[in-house]
């Protein structure tokens, strides 16, 4: 029972609105992930088109960074973004051979259960991949019922318009290394006046140095954010492990990450 429980409910704004199949049992995946850094789902109300989950008691980082002016110190966000990592590391790893994704890294959807951020459980990754099926789909793009995510924060391969089964875990890599870049930098890696100028952006620039950030941390942006997706890390997992080596020196560019002269 959950009446005892705090939670929270979003609900589809269309009553023409029906779970398929696989959906349910992406569902029931999500209802089994036990992560300190993902939000708990509890049940999927049928009859009302209502997800329950768990409810977060803060603030979401994209409030936190405009209450910064924008941007925000390399201690915190280096615990942020552990806490974003740790997440997609649990949904990237729950289902072997099937990893889950996210779709949607966002300030907006990153929470901080409480600040000033100091450990890393006090990240919540909310609004998971699913959730956005029953939501108001707001300012994201959408492939038929298929959804794919906030115009500034997908992939190269997204923007190209590939199939959306063949995404992997690379294109949550790509928005967490835009997440990372717009902590430090105060502003977002590629940009536009509108969505073409925008993809176009993401799929032919390069992101410009954060002069304040260290040769490493830049290093670790610029492997993430890599326009072949063959290049960035491979999932969460594969990009924690080099992340907590820039957390111990973020001057110092890790081995895995020097780009060999040509």
Same mark, same amino acid.
């Given at each position: 029972?959950?009446?005892?429980?705090?939670?929270?409910?979003?609900?589809?704004?269309?009553?023409?609105?029906?779970?398929?199949?696989?959906? =349910?049992?992406? %569902?029931?995946?999500?209802?089994?992930?036990?992560?300190?850094?993902?939000?708990?789902?509890?049940?999927?109300? /049928?009859?009302?088109?209502?997800?329950?989950?768990?409810?977060?008691?803060?603030?979401?980082?994209?409030?936190?960074?405009?209450?910064?002016?924008?941007?925000?110190?390399?201690?915190?966000?280096?615990?942020?973004?552990?806490?974003? %990592?740790?997440? !997609?590391?649990?949904?990237?790893?729950?289902?072997?051979?099937?990893?889950?994704?996210?779709?949607?890294?966002?300030?907006? +959807?990153?929470? !901080?259960? +409480?600040?000033?951020?100091?450990?890393?459980?006090?990240? @919540?990754?909310?609004?998971?991949? !699913?959730?956005?099926?029953?939501?108001?789909?707001?300012?994201?793009?959408?492939?038929?019922?298929?959804?794919?995510?906030?115009?500034?924060?997908?992939?190269? /391969?997204?923007?190209? $318009?590939? &199939?959306?089964?063949?995404?992997?875990?690379? =294109?949550?890599?790509?928005?967490?290394? =835009?997440?990372?870049? /717009?902590?430090?930098? $105060?502003?977002?890696?590629?940009?536009?006046?509108?969505?073409?100028? %925008?993809?176009?952006?993401? +799929?032919?620039?390069?992101?410009?140095?954060?002069?304040?950030? $260290? &040769?490493?941390?830049?290093?670790?942006?610029?492997?993430? %954010?890599?326009?072949?997706?063959? /290049?960035?890390?491979?999932?969460?997992?594969?990009?924690?492990?080099?992340?907590?080596?820039?957390?111990? +020196?973020?001057?110092? @560019?890790?081995?895995? !990450?020097?780009?060999?002269?040509?």
């Amino acid at each position: 029972s959950i009446s005892d429980t705090r939670v929270a409910i979003k609900m589809c704004r269309s009553k023409n609105f029906r779970m398929q199949s696989r959906e =349910v049992q992406n %569902l029931d995946a999500l209802t089994a992930l036990v992560h300190p850094n993902v939000v708990r789902f509890i049940e999927y109300l /049928e009859e009302h088109y209502a997800l329950v989950m768990e409810y977060i008691d803060g603030r979401s980082l994209k409030t936190h960074l405009y209450a910064s002016h924008g941007k925000i110190k390399w201690e915190e966000a280096c615990v942020i973004m552990r806490g974003v %990592l740790s997440g !997609l590391e649990c949904m990237h790893t729950s289902m072997p051979g099937n990893p889950m994704l996210h779709r949607d890294i966002t300030p907006a +959807n990153v929470m !901080l259960r +409480n600040t000033p951020v100091q450990h890393a459980d006090q990240i @919540v990754l909310v609004d998971l991949g !699913l959730s956005k099926r029953v939501e108001e789909k707001g300012q994201t793009i959408t492939v038929g019922e298929v959804f794919i995510g906030t115009p500034e924060y997908l992939s190269p /391969e997204v923007v190209k $318009g590939l &199939d959306p089964k063949a995404f992997d875990t690379r =294109v949550d890599v790509w928005a967490a290394g =835009v997440l990372m870049y /717009e902590m430090l930098a $105060g502003r977002r890696p590629f940009t536009g006046n509108n969505t073409l100028q %925008l993809f176009e952006s993401i +799929n032919n620039e390069s992101p410009k140095p954060i002069a304040t950030a $260290g &040769d490493g941390v830049n290093a670790f942006i610029y492997r993430a %954010l890599e326009k072949q997706r063959e /290049e960035r890390f491979t999932d969460a997992s594969d990009m924690l492990e080099v992340f907590e080596e820039v957390c111990k +020196n973020r001057h110092n @560019v890790p081995e895995r !990450l020097i780009q060999p002269q040509r």
